[in-house]
């Protein structure tokens, strides 16, 4: 209602018991009518209003100067009831024709729409805030702190689930005090699986005896009312969020429904970033990655080249006809691996060549061996010899650029770490139905614990890095990952002091070595 109109008893009758408003008549700062909807709302009984002298100020609170302001001068006011309803209303009041000094006023409850207002506020304050935040425990976090805040509720959780589950939990993160949560993770079953399974909220009164009510922890917050609703992308159901009450505490109503309603979506928008980001950073490493390897390979082939082009720079007038041969044969193979390698070859998917399709390509050992010890023994440095012993098969049943590939990373390595005058020797021997090659040099060893991590990507043992040793620490990864992928079991046996021996054992199916 707004404007002026004449307010007769008739009208007076008409508001007073049909609006669902409280609706007061004063008369010279006295109540002369206090409607039941204003029994209810201000929670102050018609009998209490009316009296002589009657205290308003259980009803009205910090807000009855306000009211009675309003009820002299007419018009329209905002009143903020804090004692007793604790309730936002909008006011307006009328002269009522034919008696002078009395005024009709009506109060709309307008909690519910401020409340949703405010909350609506905060909200488009969180997403801005959830757009700058990378981390996803902290978002998931902040979460359930606004939700405690938007609803008052007592105790505020976020769950959200495993990528491709509907049951595992990957993050739980909760408001409440730590004491009262058990350490491990919820069961979504019973209540808490209700808004997964439904893709709905569930609002119950009070979940004492319902006969859904497990899944929640064993140790739990004493809990009564209790909200929750699911957390979407898209068709699909990532998490849940709820909150809960204590005993005794209020149930949860529309508005509530609307604030976590919205909150799970902020929640759906924090997940999809999380995702995003994961990704995003999947696909830098997985480029990374690429990166690496490829600048690893070529790495290896360049120094072979480089090695015997040192050598026939150097010496070249010196070495026999056939040395000089080798050597040019040497820089020719070193270079159609480069152009092997730059064309895409082995870098496509250089861990994924399948073990059954490499089967079907058998590897003669003694060209891959014999070409190894040529490619890496014309260092003046170093000699890398050679020997098979007998009844080692002929064949290992894996691509021969895969198993050059894991060889060459195991006898670089060695070279790089054996003393200037040493001898690097590359034995193959039968083991079990497979080959072994064994690659072993005279160097410092690795220590005991060092053997569990030299696997690793990147890592360096200390002496390496002290000593200067060139390399980045990815060629022993490298050689793990192809002999993971095609069934090529590998290991290292050493001590400090002793050398170190780096094995590979291949399958096998062919008949055993001539010599």
């Known amino acids: 209602m707004s404007g002026r109109f004449e307010v007769t008893p008739g009208v007076v009758g008409e508001l007073f018991w049909r609006v669902p408003d409280p609706v007061v008549v004063v008369e010279n700062d006295a109540v002369l009518a206090w409607n039941p909807a204003a029994e209810e709302i201000l929670g ?15 009803a009205f609170g910090d807000a009855l100067d306000a009211f009675w302001a309003l009820a002299r001068t007419g018009g329209e006011a905002q009143l903020h009831c804090v004692t007793g309803s604790d309730r936002e209303l909008q006011g307006q009041a009328w002269p009522m024709e034919g008696h002078p000094g009395r005024m ?21 304050s969180l997403a801005r805030e959830l757009l700058r935040q990378p981390a996803i425990d902290v978002l998931l976090q902040r979460l359930v702190d606004e939700a405690k805040e938007l609803t008052g509720a007592a105790f505020t959780a976020l769950l959200v689930l495993r990528d491709g589950s509907d049951r595992e939990v990957q993050h739980f993160v909760y408001n409440a005090p730590r004491e009262l949560f058990p350490e491990r993770l919820p069961r979504v079953v019973g209540l808490l699986a209700v808004p997964i399974e439904s893709r709905s ?75 995003a980001r994961a990704a995003r950073e999947h696909a830098d490493r997985a480029r990374q990655d690429m990166l690496d390897l490829a600048l690893h390979n070529l790495r ?36 159609e691996r480069i152009q092997e390698l730059t064309e895409g070859a082995l870098l496509a998917d250089p861990f994924r060549n399948a073990p ?38 002929s064949t290992i049943d894996v691509d021969r650029r895969v198993a050059r590939e894991l060889l060459d990373n195991l006898v670089s390595n060695a070279v790089k770490h054996a003393p200037v005058g040493s001898v690097v020797t590359i034995t193959v ?66 001590r400090l002091g002793h050398g170190t021996t780096f094995w590979a054992t291949f399958p096998s199916s062919g008949g055993a070595a001539a010599g």
């Open 44 to 58: 102050m009984p018609a009998s209490a209003a009316i009296a002589p002298g009657a205290d308003l100020r259980p």
């Open 104 to 124: 009709l006023v009506v109060l709309h409850d307008v909690t519910v729409e401020r409340r949703h207002l405010l909350g609506l506020a905060r909200l488009n």
């Open 201 to 275: 909220l569930a609002r119950i009164d009070d979940i004492r005896g319902h006969p859904a009510g497990v899944g929640i922890p064993v140790q739990h917050p004493p809990i009564a009312a209790l909200l929750a609703v699911p957390v979407c992308v898209g068709d699909v159901v990532v998490g849940e969020l709820a909150v809960a009450n204590q005993p005794g505490q209020r149930p949860f109503d529309e508005v509530d429904e609307a604030m976590l309603l919205e909150l799970a979506s902020h929640a759906a928008l924090a997940v999809s970033l999380a995702q």
């Open 300 to 335: 290896t082939p360049l120094t072979v080249a480089r090695g015997f082009v040192d050598t026939l720079q150097s010496r070249g007038d010196d070495l026999a006809p056939d040395e000089r041969d080798r050597a040019f044969e040497a820089v020719h193979r070193a270079h």
């Open 356 to 393: 059954a399709q490499s089967q079907a390509v058998l590897t003669v050992v003694d060209d891959l061996v014999g070409e190894l010890c040529r490619d890496y023994g014309t260092s003046a440095d170093i000699t890398v010899e050679c020997r098979v012993e007998p009844g080692s098969p």
């Open 429 to 494: 021997r039968p083991e079990g139905d497979g080959v072994r090659i064994d690659v072993t040099d005279r160097g410092p060893g690795i220590s005991a614990e060092d053997h569990s991590r030299v696997f690793e990507r990147f890592y360096r043992t200390a002496p390496s890095r002290q000593a200067g040793i060139p390399g980045s620490g990815a060629g022993l990864w490298i050689a793990r990952r192809l002999a993971e992928d095609h069934g090529v079991a590998i290991g290292l046996a050493s």
